[in-house]
C-alpha cells in the first residue's frame, strides 16, 4: 500500500453475548496500545491508523463473514482475534487465502498454533498449556500428589493433559484427573471423588460462569487437607471467589503483578480514560497493538506479509506483562505468567491476587505442537 | 346369504365397564341393516371394533369369511370397510372440496406419487364436485371445512365416505344436526346406494321413522349386549325393546 | 453407606432446585398449555433481582421477597402484551417468547452489566454439616425445605380449590369457560403470574447455591424445566416433583459412578421415559380429583 | 386457467432467481456474497424443517442433528482425502447417506410420539450427537473443530471460485425449492397436510400414517445434511456448533417469520433473519443502544407474531384469499336478495 | 302480553371476513318458549354465538333484561343470567364428568346440590360416569353431561343448540319433560331440527334463512301453514 494511505487493522472480538465481557475487555486493551504505540497520535510515519472492530456475536460464521468483511470490504492489513477458539478457527484459513497477519488474541486453544497452525498467525494471547505449564510450575515438586478438575470437552480435557504432563515432569504424582459437565448445577459427587483420592492439591481449570468454588467451599475441601490451585479469573469473576482466599495459584494478569513502564501506563490510562484498572485480557488486546506496532516499526510500514512474517518469527518486543518473543517455530508468544495466593484486602470486594513469583517465559513455554519442532 | 361382516363373542372393556359385551352377529351382504339402543349401548363402540379404531378385549371379526381381528384402520379401509363418524371428523384448514379429494385420491391408490402435481389428476376433482353435488355442499366447496355449519360438516362426512366407495359402510347418525329439509336429500342418497349392487349399509340412528323405513334388518344393542335381532317388524313387536329403549307411550312418541 | 447418603442428599437438593424452576412451568406449560421459552428468563431475573435486593438492603429475605415482585411484575407484561394474543397457537408461542427471551437475558446485561454477578449465601445459611462422613450443606437442606413447601402449597391449592379444573377446562375450550360465566382471561393472567413469580423465586433460590450467576443461565434452565414438565406428565405437580428428582438424583449418582454419562444423563432418562411411557410418568387427570 | 397461474409463479421464482444469480455483478464484495451464502444455506435448512413443520404438523426441536450431521461428514471426507472433486462428491453423498439414514432411524423410533414428546425426544437425540461430535475428537476435533480444505476449480474457474460457490448454492437453492414444491403439491403432499390436519381420519381414508411421516422425515432430514454441507462448503471449518439447538431454533424462527407451510416463507425468513442479524450489529457504532442489538432482534419477533400473525408469506396469501372470498361472498348475497325480492 | 326478557334488533354479525349474521331481529318474551329454525348453515348457531358474546355483532343491539349487552364479555353476559348449551356440546374432554360439573357451579351451595341431584335423575347415565374422563362418554351422554350442566346455575334465559342431536328416543322424552319443568322458573331459546319435538315445545318460532330472520310468530299457526313449512323447513 501507498505512502499516505492508511494502515488498516481488524479486530474480531465478542462485543455481545456470552463472552461479551471478554471482547470489550480486548478492545480497550488494543485501543490504548496503539495510542501508547504512537504516542496519541493514531498515525505510524504520517499514516493513519484505522481500526475496525467487528462482532463475531461467539458464532464461528458469523466470525467469518466478519472476517470476509475486514479482509475482503476494508482491505484491513492485519486481523486480530478472537474471544473464542471457534471463532478463531473459522478464520484462520482467511488470513492465509487472503495473505494477511492475524494476531491470535486471546483466543487459547492449542490446535491454533499445533494442528490448525499456517504460518500467517501470531499469537500474542497465551495458550492453554502455556497455563497449564504455568500451574504446575507453581505448585508441583516432588512427591506432591495432585487432583484435576476440569469442564468436560476440548478447554477442561487439553488444560488437564498438558497440566499432568508438566507436573509429572517437575516430579508431582496425579492421582485423578476428574471431568464434569460444564453445564452442571451440581459439582459435589466429582468433589466426593477427589476428597476419596486425597491429593496434596486440586487443580482446577475453569472457565465460564458457573463455578465450582462454592461448592468446593461447602464440601470444606480445605478442612480436609486438600489444597486448591487454578488460575485467577477476570476480577468479575474474582468476586465469586470470596471464600478462597489463600489458595495458591496462577494467573495470566492482575494490573499489580507486572512492574515496567508498559504496565504503569496500561494502569494510569485505563483509570483515566474508563475509570477501571485493566482486566484479565487488557494487556492482551494492548500486546497484540503492540506486535502489529513492532512489526510495522521493523518493516517501515511495509504490511506486505511475507515480510512481516520473517521479522515477526523470534521479534521482541514489550507489552505490560514484560517482553513477549514470537516463538519461530509456532508463532507463539512466550510471555510472563504469575504464581499469586489469593489474599484478602481492605477496600476490595474481591480477594486479590498478590505475587509470589513471576513464572518467566522459558519457564512456562509450551511444548511446540505444529510439527515444526522435531 | 353370505354374510360380508361376522362378530363371534366380540367383547371389550374400558376398564372394568364393558362396552361390548358377547356380541355375535351375522351382517348379510347387500342388505340394509340397523343398529338401534340407547345412548351409551355400545353402538358406536361396535362400529370401531369394526372398522378397527378399536381393538377388542375378546372375540373376533370376520369380513367376507376371512379374520380381521388383527388388521389396522387402514387395512380395513382398503379390503373395503368404511365408515362416517358420529362427532364430525374432517380436515379442518383444507377446503371441503380438498376434504373429499383426498378421499377420492386414497380409493385410487394414488397415495406415495411423488412426481406428478395433485391437480393434474383433474378426474378427481370433478368426482369430488359431484359427490359435494349430491350432499348439496357444492356451493361450500372453496371453503375451509372449519368454517362450515353444523349440519354442513356432517354433509362433508358423508360424502367423503361416499368418495371411498367401499363395499361396507358404517354410518354413525349420518342426519345428527341436519336440517330437515335436507335430511330427505341425504335418505335419497342413502337409498341410492342401498340400490346399488355389492353395498352393505349398517346404520347407527336414533329417528326411528327413518330406521323402520330403510332397514332390511335391525339389531338391537343394550348395556353392550345384543339384545334382538331380526325383521323391523320382529324388533318393533319386541317389549324389552320398546320400553328400554323407546320408552313411553308409543302414541306420544317424538317422530320425525 | 455414608458415600450413598451424601450423594443421595445433594442429588435431592439438585432435584428439588429444578422442581421450584420447573413448578411455575408445570403451571404455565402443563396447565395453561403455553410454550413459554421465556420461561428461563423470568428464573434469571428472579436470580439477579434477588441477589441485587439481597446486597442492596443486605436481607436475603427481602432479596426474595422482590425476585417474587419482579416475576408477578413481568409475569404480567407478559401474559397481556406477549401471550395474550397467541394462547391456543403453539408455534407462535415459540417464536414470541423466543423473541422476549432475547429480549430479557439482553436487557440484564443493560441493567446488571455483563459481568458475572457473584451471589452469597447468606451467613446463617453458609457452611455445612459434618456428621461423620456425611457432608450436609446446610444451604442445600434449606432448599430441599422450600422445595417440599412449595410442593405441598401448590398440590393442596390445585387439588382443593377448582382454580387448575377451571384452568385445564379453559385451555381445553376457552369459549365454554367463559359462556359459563367464568372471567378466563382473569385467571389466566392470575396462573400465568403465580408461574412467573415461581420461576423468579427459583432464580432467586438458585443464585446463592451456585454463587454466580450470568444472563445466559435462563435458556440452559429453561429447557431443564421443559424436560421435568415432560416427563412428569404435563401439569401433574407430582410428577413434575418426581421426575425432578429423578433427574436431580440421576444426574449425581452418574457423575460419581458413571461421569463419562453425565453430560447426556438427563437427555437419555428422558428418552428412556419417553420411549417407554410417551404420556410422562403420571397422569394428568391426578391432579384434581374429586 | 390454474395452470397458467402456475406457469406465472414459476416464472416469478425464475426470474427472481436469475437476478440473484446477477447480484454479484452489482455487489460483489466477499462478505456480502457470504452473508447470501448463508441465506441460501439456513433457506435451504429452514425449507427442509417446514417440510415437517408446516406440511405434515411435526415439531421437531433436533433438525441440527442433520444439519451436523450433513456438515461433519462432508467436512471429515474432504479433510481425510486430497482435496479433490471426487472427495467433494463422496463427501455430500456421505453426507446426505448418512442424514438421511438417521432421519429414517430416528423416525422410526419417535414418530409414533405426540407433537411436545415428540418435540423433546429430537431434542434429546440431537443432545446425543453433540455429545458424540465432543468426544470423538479423533475425528471431529472435539469442541475447537477443524479447518479443511476445498478442492480446486478447474481453469480461471478457481480465480472466481467465490462466485463459483455462490452460484452453487443459489442453484442447490433454486433446485431444492422446485423439489420440494414439487412434493408438496404432489398427491403424497395432499397426504401430508391430511395427516397434519387430523391424523387418525387419514388413516380411516385409507393411508398408513407411519410410511408417510418417516418418507417426509427422511427426505426432509436428506435435505437438511446437504444444507450442512453447503454450510460446511462455505466457511470450511467446523466446529460441534453445527449440533447447537440455536441452529434448529434459527430455522424454526425463519420459518415461523416468512410462514409455516409455504415454501417461500423459509427463504424470506432466512433473508430477513441473517439480514436484519448482519445490520442490527453493525450498527453498534452508530448509537449505543445498537450495542443491545438483541434487544431490537427479539422486538422484531415480538412483533412479526403480533402484526403477521402467519409469518409474512402467510399473512400476504391470507389477503389476497380474503379480498378473493369477499367478492364471491357478495356476490352470493346479492344473489340471495334478488331471490328474495322476487 | 309478558315483557320482552331477550331482544335482538337488527344485528349483523361478521366472523372473519364473512357477513353470517344480516339484520336479524329476534325477540323473546319472559316465560315464552321460542324456537329457532332454519336450513344447516341458516345462521341459527351464530344467533346463538352472538347473544352470548362469542361472536360479538359489528351492528345493532343485543338487549337482555332491559339492559344493553352488545358489546359485553361473554363471561358478563354469562353471568347476567344465561345458560347456554353450544350445538358441539362444549364438553371439557380431558376433566371427568364431575369436574365438568364443578367447572359450571357458580355457587357450591345446597341449592347447587339440588339442581345438580334434579340433572343427574334425569340423566342417571352421568351418574354412574361421574369420575369418567368426559371425552369417553357416548355421543348421547356428551349431549346429556351438556345439557345438565346448562341447568346446573340459578338462569333467567337458557340458549339450547339442538338438544335432542344424537339422544335416544326415551332420553328425548325425560328432556322434552325436563324443559318443561324448568319452563315455569326460566325462559328458553331452543334451535331445534326435530321438528315434532319443537312443537311440542315452543310457542314461538322465528326462522332462519341465509342470516336472515324470514319469518316469527305462533308455532301453532306454524303449524298450519303448509306453505311455509315446504319453503323454509321441507315438511308438509
Ligand atoms: N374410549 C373409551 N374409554 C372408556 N369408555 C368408553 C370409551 N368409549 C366408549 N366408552 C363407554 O362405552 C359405552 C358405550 O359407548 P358408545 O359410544 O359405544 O355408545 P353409543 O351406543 O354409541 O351411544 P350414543 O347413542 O350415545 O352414541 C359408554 O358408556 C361409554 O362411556
Ligand atoms: N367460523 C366460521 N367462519 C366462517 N364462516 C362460518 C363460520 N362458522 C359458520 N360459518 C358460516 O356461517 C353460516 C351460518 O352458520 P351457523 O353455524 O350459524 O348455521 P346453523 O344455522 O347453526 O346451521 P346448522 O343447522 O348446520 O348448525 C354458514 O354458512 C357457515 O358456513
Ligand atoms: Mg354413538
Ligand atoms: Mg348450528
Known amino acids: ?82 474471544s473464542s477458539s471457534g471463532d478463531t478457527l473459522a478464520v484462520t484459513g482467511l488470513a492465509e487465502e487472503y495473505e494477511k497477519i492475524m494476531v491470535v488474541e486471546p483466543a487459547v486453544a492449542d490446535s491454533i498454533t499445533g494442528s490448525e497452525f499456517n504460518d500467517y498467525l501470531f499469537r500474542t494471547g497465551r495458550s492453554s498449556s502455556q497455563d497449564a505449564v504455568a500451574a504446575a510450575a507453581a505448585i508441583a515438586d516432588e512427591g506432591v500428589k495432585i487432583a484435576a478438575l476440569g469442564p468436560d470437552y476440548a478447554f ?50 475453569w472457565s465460564g460462569a458457573n463455578s465450582p468454588w462454592n461448592q468446593i467451599v461447602d464440601m470444606d ?154 | 346369504m353370505n354374510s360380508i361382516i361376522e362378530t363371534k363373542d366380540l367383547t371389550i372393556a374400558f376398564g372394568g365397564h364393558v362396552a361390548v359385551n358377547q ?115 357444492d356451493e361450500k366447496a372453496e371453503s375451509l371445512a372449519i368454517h362450515l355449519s353444523h349440519g354442513e360438516k356432517r354433509k362433508l362426512e358423508i360424502a367423503m365416505l361416499l368418495a371411498l366407495e367401499t363395499k361396507l359402510l358404517l354410518l354413525d347418525e349420518p342426519t345428527a344436526g341436519m336440517s330437515l329439509e335436507e335430511v330427505p336429500t341425504i335418505l335419497r342418497v342413502i337409498e341410492n346406494i342401498k340400490k346399488q349392487e355389492d353395498r352393505t349399509i349398517v346404520l347407527i340412528e336414533h329417528k326411528m321413522e327413518m330406521v323402520l323405513d330403510l332397514s332390511d334388518r335391525m339389531m338391537v344393542l343394550f348395556n353392550g349386549e345384543l339384545l334382538a335381532e331380526g325383521t323391523p317388524e320382529e324388533i318393533m313387536k319386541n317389549e324389552t325393546v320398546q320400553e328400554a329403549y323407546l320408552g313411553g307411550d308409543p302414541n306420544e312418541r317424538v317422530h320425525t | 453407606m455414608e458415600l450413598i447418603i451424601n450423594l443421595s442428599i445433594n442429588g435431592i437438593a439438585t432435584g428439588m ?14 396447565l395453561m398449555s403455553v410454550l413459554n421459552f421465556a420461561h428461563g428468563g423470568l428464573f ?104 417440599a413447601l412449595i410442593f405441598c402449597l401448590m398440590f393442596f391449592t390445585l387439588r382443593y380449590s377448582k382454580i387448575g379444573l377451571i384452568v385445564r377446562a379453559g385451555v381445553m375450550n376457552k369459549e365454554m369457560v367463559q359462556a359459563l360465566g367464568i372471567n378466563i382471561k382473569k385467571i389466566f393472567i392470575f396462573v400465568f403470574m403465580v408461574g412467573s413469580a415461581l420461576a423468579a423465586f427459583a432464580g432467586a433460590l438458585f443464585a446463592p447455591s451456585a454463587g454466580a450467576i450470568y444472563s445466559e443461565l435462563g435458556m440452559e434452565f429453561g429447557i431443564y424445566a421443559f424436560i421435568v414438565v415432560i416427563i412428569g406428565g404435563m401439569g401433574s405437580i407430582p410428577g413434575s416433583l418426581v421426575a425432578a428428582l429423578l433427574v436431580g438424583l440421576a444426574n449425581t449418582f452418574t457423575a460419581y459412578y458413571v461421569p463419562i454419562l453425565s453430560m447426556v444423563v438427563t437427555m437419555l432418562l428422558m428418552l428412556i421415559v419417553l420411549l417407554f411411557r410417551p404420556q410422562g410418568l403420571f397422569n394428568v387427570s391426578g391432579v384434581s380429583n374429586k | 386457467m390454474m395452470l397458467k397461474r402456475m406457469k406465472l409463479s414459476t416464472k416469478v421464482y425464475l426470474l427472481i432467481g ?143 471460485r467465490n462466485f463459483v460457490i455462490y452460484l452453487f448454492c443459489l442453484l442447490a437453492m433454486i433446485l431444492l425449492f422446485f423439489g420440494m414444491k414439487r412434493i408438496t403439491e404432489s398427491p403424497l403432499g395432499r397426504v401430508l397436510v391430511g395427516i397434519r390436519e387430523n391424523d387418525q381420519r387419514v388413516e380411516s381414508l385409507g393411508y398408513r400414517i407411519m410410511p408417510y411421516k418417516v418418507l417426509i422425515s427422511v427426505i426432509s432430514g436428506m435435505v437438511a445434511s446437504l444444507s450442512g454441507v453447503l454450510y460446511a462448503i462455505s466457511i470450511r471449518f467446523v466446529d460441534t456448533s453445527v449440533f447447537d439447538i440455536q441452529v434448529t431454533l434459527d430455522a424454526l424462527m425463519m420459518t415461523i417469520i416468512g410462514g409455516v407451510g409455504t415454501l417461500t416463507g423459509p427463504i424470506i425468513g432466512s433473508a430477513i433473519i441473517n439480514f436484519s442479524h448482519h445490520y442490527l450489529s453493525d450498527l453498534a457504532n452508530i448509537h449505543w443502544i445498537f450495542q443491545r442489538w438483541m434487544i431490537l432482534f427479539g422486538a422484531i419477533f415480538i412483533l412479526a407474531v403480533i402484526f403477521f400473525p402467519n409469518g409474512i408469506v402467510g399473512t400476504i396469501q391470507n389477503k389476497l384469499a380474503k379480498r378473493k372470498t369477499k367478492k364471491k361472498q357478495y356476490d352470493t348475497t346479492e344473489k340471495s336478495l334478488r331471490k328474495e325480492g322476487a | ?207 332462519l334463512d341465509n342470516g336472515m330472520t324470514m319469518h316469527h310468530g305462533n308455532m301453532k299457526d306454524l303449524e298450519q301453514n303448509e306453505e311455509l313449512k315446504r319453503k323454509y323447513l321441507g315438511i308438509g
Not at chain 4, 454479484?24 to 424443517?49: C, K
Request: aromatic fraction near 10%.
Open chain 2, 23 to 137: 356380541v355375535s352377529v351375522q351382517l348379510p351382504e347387500n342388505q340394509f341393516t340397523s343398529v338401534i339402543g340407547p345412548n351409551g349401548a355400545g353402538k358406536t363402540t361396535f362400529f370401531n371394533l369394526l372398522s378397527g379404531q378399536l381393538k377388542p378385549t375378546s372375540g373376533q371379526v370376520f369380513y367376507q369369511g376371512k379374520e380381521i381381528t388383527d388388521w389396522s384402520v387402514v387395512e380395513r379401509t382398503r379390503a373395503g370397510i368404511g365408515r362416517s363418524f358420529q362427532l364430525t371428523n374432517v380436515f379442518p384448514n383444507v377446503t371441503v372440496l380438498e376434504n373429499i379429494r383426498l378421499a377420492i385420491q386414497s380409493r385410487e391408490k394414488v397415495r406415495f406419487n411423488l412426481f406428478r402435481h395433485f391437480k393434474s389428476y383433474t378426474a378427481f376433482e370433478e368426482e369430488a364436485h359431484e359427490l359435494l353435488d349430491i350432499v348439496l355442499l
Open chain 3, 44 to 147: 434469571v431475573w428472579g436470580a439477579y433481582s434477588g441477589v441485587f435486593f439481597f446486597s442492596l438492603t443486605g436481607s436475603f429475605w427481602i432479596g426474595i421477597l422482590c425476585a417474587i415482585v419482579t416475576g408477578l411484575i413481568l409475569g404480567l407484561l407478559t401474559e397481556v402484551f406477549i401471550i395474550r394474543p397467541v394462547y391456543g397457537n403453539h408455534i407462535r408461542q415459540i417464536l414470541i417468547t423466543l423473541g422476549l427471551m432475547l429480549v430479557l437475558s439482553e436487557l440484564i446485561k443493560v441493567v446488571f452489566g455483563p459481568n458475572v454477578l457473584p451471589a452469597p449465601v447468606p451467613d446463617y445459611l453458609k457452611g455445612s454439616w459434618l456428621i461423620g462422613d456425611i457432608t450436609i450443606i446446610k444451604y442445600r437442606m434449606f432448599i430441599i425445605l422450600v422445595g
Open chain 1, 221 to 374: 475441601l480445605q478442612g480436609r487437607g486438600i489444597k486448591l490451585t487454578t488460575g485467577a479469573p477476570d476480577i468479575a469473576a474474582l468476586k465469586t471467589m470470596q471464600d478462597l482466599v489463600g489458595m495458591e495459584g496462577f494467573t495470566v494478569y492482575y494490573h499489580e503483578l507486572p512492574d515496567n513502564e508498559v504496565n504503569d501506563w496500561l494502569v494510569e490510562q485505563m483509570e483515566e480514560q474508563h475509570g477501571t484498572v485493566p482486566d484479565l485480557f487488557t494487556p492482551g488486546g494492548m500486546s497484540a497493538a503492540l506486535a502489529i506496532m513492532e512489526a510495522l516499526e521493523q518493516s517501515e510500514g511495509s504490511t506486505d506479509a511475507n515480510e512481516l512474517i520473517d521479522i515477526m518469527e523470534g521479534m521482541s518486543f514489550e507489552t505490560p506483562k514484560g517482553t513477549m518473543t514470537f516463538r519461530e517455530e509456532d508463532h507463539q508468544a512466550l510471555q510472563s505468567l504469575y504464581a499469586i495466593t489469593l489474599e484478602e484486602r481492605d477496600g476490595y470486594d474481591y480477594p486479590v491476587p498478590t505475587l509470589i513469583r513471576e513464572l518467566k517465559p522459558e519457564e512456562t513455554a509450551p511444548p511446540i505442537m505444529n510439527g515444526e519442532g522435531e
Open chain 4, 18 to 160: 436469475l437476478a440473484l444469480a446477477f447480484l454479484p455483478f452489482i455487489n460483489d464484495s466477499r462478505w456480502f456474497m457470504f452473508l447470501m451464502i448463508q441465506i441460501f444455506v439456513f433457506a435451504i435448512f429452514a425449507m427442509s424443517y417446514d417440510l415437517l413443520l408446516g406440511y405434515t404438523g411435526i415439531v421437531s426441536f433436533g433438525h441440527a442433528m442433520f444439519f451436523g450431521v450433513g456438515a461433519y461428514s462432508a467436512a471429515i471426507v474432504m479433510d481425510r482425502m486430497e482435496a479433490s472433486f471426487v472427495s467433494f462428491l463422496l463427501g455430500t453423498l456421505v453426507a446426505v447417506l448418512i442424514g438421511g439414514f438417521i432421519s429414517f432411524l430416528a423416525g422410526m423410533l419417535t414418530l409414533k410420539l405426540k407433537s411436545h414428546y415428540y418435540a423433546m425426544l429430537t431434542l434429546a437425540l440431537a443432545g446425543m450427537f453433540l455429545y458424540i461430535a465432543e468426544r470423538w475428537r479423533s475425528v471431529t476435533g472435539g469442541n475447537d473443530g477443524f479447518t479443511f480444505r476445498i478442492p480446486e476449480l478447474p481453469g480461471f474457474l478457481e480465480e472466481h
Open chain 5, 1 to 207: 302480553m309478558s315483557e320482552s326478557i331477550l331482544k335482538l334488533e337488527s344485528i349483523n354479525t361478521y366472523i372473519d371476513q364473512f357477513h353470517i349474521l344480516q339484520k336479524v331481529n329476534f325477540e323473546v318474551k319472559k316465560g315464552e318458549l321460542t324456537v329457532l329454525l332454519g336450513r344447516n348453515g341458516a345462521g341459527k348457531t351464530t344467533t346463538l354465538r352472538t347473544i352470548m358474546g362469542l361472536n360479538p355483532a359489528s351492528a345493532g343491539t343485543v338487549t337482555f333484561k332491559g339492559e344493553n349487552i352488545t358489546k359485553g364479555a361473554p363471561y358478563q353476559i354469562a353471568n347476567k343470567g344465561i345458560g347456554y348449551v353450544p350445538e358441539d356440546q362444549g364438553i371439557f374432554y380431558d376433566l371427568t364428568v364431575g369436574e365438568n360439573m364443578r367447572v359450571a357451579m357458580r355457587h357450591e351451595n345446597d341449592e347447587t346440590k339440588e339442581r345438580l341431584d334434579w340433572s343427574l335423575d334425569l340423566f342417571p347415565d352421568l351418574k354412574r360416569f361421574w369420575k369418567k374422563p368426559a371425552g369417553q362418554l357416548s355421543g348421547g351422554q356428551k349431549q346429556m353431561l351438556a345439557i345438565a350442566r346448562s341447568f346446573i346455575n340459578e338462569t333467567d334465559l337458557i340458549l339450547i343448540d339442538e338438544p335432542s342431536k344424537g339422544l335416544a328416543p326415551v332420553i328425548v322424552e325425560a328432556v322434552i319433560d325436563a324443559i318443561e319443568k324448568i319452563k315455569d322458573r326460566t325462559t328458553v331459546v331452543l334451535v331445534e331440527q326435530n321438528f315434532s319435538m319443537a312443537k311440542r315445545l315452543g310457542e314461538k318460532y322465528y326462522i
Open chain 3, 17 to 30: 432446585l429444578i422442581f421450584l424452576i420447573a413448578s411455575g412451568l408445570t403451571l404455565i406449560f402443563g
Open chain 1, 1 to 82: 500500500s501507498g505512502e499516505d494511505e492508511p494502515i488498516k487493522i481488524g479486530v474480531l472480538a465478542s462485543l455481545s453475548g456470552a463472552l461479551e465481557a471478554y471482547g470489550k475487555q480486548t478492545q480497550q486493551g488494543f485501543d490504548l496500545g496503539l495510542e501508547y504505540a504512537t504516542d496519541g497520535t493514531m498515525e505510524f510515519n504520517g499514516r493513519k491508523i484505522e481500526v475496525i472492530y467487528e462482532d463475531t456475536e461467539t458464532t464461528p460464521d458469523v466470525a467469518r463473514q466478519k472476517a470476509l468483511k475486514l479482509l475482503d470490504d476494508d482491505d484491513v492489513d492485519f486481523i486480530v482475534g478472537s
Open chain 1, 156 to 205: 477442561g480435557w487439553d488444560g488437564v493433559e498438558a497440566f499432568s504432563n508438566a507436573a509429572e515432569e517437575l516430579g508431582a504424582e496425579m492421582v485423578l484427573e476428574e471431568f464434569v459437565d460444564p453445564e452442571a448445577t451440581d459439582f459435589t459427587p466429582n468433589l466426593q471423588r477427589v476428597i476419596e483420592h486425597d491429593p496434596d492439591y486440586l487443580f482446577v481449570v
